[in-house]
């Protein structure tokens, strides 16, 4: 499913304009997007949990090359579904 089939979606059950769907779907994306660029975990009740988890630093390896390579600490963006979600899809 893509962005614009949600959009798609949400204007046939609700009946309202695609367009200004289409701006609250994006605001939401940016506004999660933001919040975690700003190191804050977006919480969504009855869906689920955008968090922020640290990776330390570790040792990897180029296996073409067959050096070692340093990959520096960084963070990445995990989900985190609820429990009604996890049900629902199992």
Known sequence: MTK???VHAI????GLERQAI???VE???STIKQNMADGENVYLRGFG???IVHRAQKTGRNISKNTTVIVP???IPKFKPCKEFKEMVK
């Open 22 to 24: 289409l701006i609250i």
């Open 4 to 6: 614009a089939d949600i």
């Open 11 to 14: 204007a046939e059950r609700t």
């Open 73 to 75: 600490e960084h963070n």
């Open 27 to 29: 605001e939401m994306m």
């Open 49 to 51: 949990t955008f968090e």
